[in-house]
T-cell receptor, first 111, second 115 residues
Framework: GESVGLHLPTLSVQEGDNSIINCAYS??????FIWYKQESGKGPQFIID?????DKRQGQRVTVLLNKTVKHLSLQIAATQPGDSAVYFC??????????FGGGTRVLVKP | DAGVIQSPRHEVTEMGQEVTLRCKPI?????LFWYRQTMMRGLELLIY????????DSGMPEDRFSAKMPNASFSTLKIQPSEPRDSAVYFC?????????????FGSGTQLSVL
């Protein structure tokens, strides 16, 4: 899910299917990770978070997986709905209280 | 709770003018953050405050940018003089104490256009 400037990676998903959004993070010292959803014209909205002492956490229709060995984070959305269409950002936090955001992945849900 | 409140929602100004963006964090949150979002650079942290004190301003682009937090319920981000390359969406966010509730709550942003 890294940005390539003007062109966000895009994931097209059929309504009802599961979505998997991937994110590679950079800092092996990061101990907290979070996923945000941003709809057009709005601020980022919290989805789910996970600490580095866990490798999986589930929420309502969403699951976050953390693989610290390869510094990889993923967000799984079950039974994707039209309302899930948005840009999804992962973010990591190391020392201090600064969240560093990835470039984002656009999810388009096809009816 | 009304969430993080930002104003104005949109700002159009001419190069050289002073711009002031405003933010009201969620009541009780100790941390306040200013982010800038552009297509080219994504979400960048400009500065953050803890208990009204600036902690890290390393993301502030240059001296034209300044931020203040005179009290726990109000912060401003000022650009003087503004330039076209400052055009972006500016977000304010707040959070509780680390270890308790670290997620950031974002406002709706200010869309700034400098002509």
């Amino acid at each position: 899910g890294e940005s390539v400037g003007l062109h966000l990676p895009t994931l097209s998903v059929q309504e009802g299917d599961n979505s998997i959004i991937n994110c590679a993070y950079s800092n092996s010292a990061s101990d907290y990770f979070i996923w945000y959803k941003q709809e057009s014209g709005k601020g980022p909205q919290f989805i789910i978070d996970i600490r580095s002492n866990m490798d999986k956490r589930q929420g309502q229709r969403v699951t976050v997986l953390l693989n610290k060995t390869v510094k990889h984070l993923s967000l799984q959305i079950a039974a994707t709905q039209p309302g899930d269409s948005a840009v999804y950002f992962c973010a990591e936090k190391a020392a201090g209280n600064k969240l560093t955001f990835g470039g984002g992945t656009r999810v388009l849900v096809k009816p | 709770d009304a969430g993080v409140i930002q104003s104005p929602r949109h700002e159009v100004t001419e190069m050289g003018q002073e711009v002031t963006l405003r933010c009201k964090p969620i009541s009780g949150h100790d941390y306040l953050f200013w982010y800038r979002q552009t297509m080219m650079r994504g979400l960048e942290l400009l500065i953050y405050f803890n208990n009204n004190v600036p902690i890290d301003d390393s993301g502030m682009p240059e001296d034209r940018f300044s931020a203040k937090m005179p009290n726990a319920s109000f912060s401003t981000l000022k650009i003087q003089p503004s330039e076209p390359r400052d055009s972006a969406v500016y977000f304010c966010a707040s959070s509780d104490k680390p270890g308790l509730n670290e997620k950031l709550f974002f406002g709706s942003g200010t869309q700034l256009s400098v002509l």
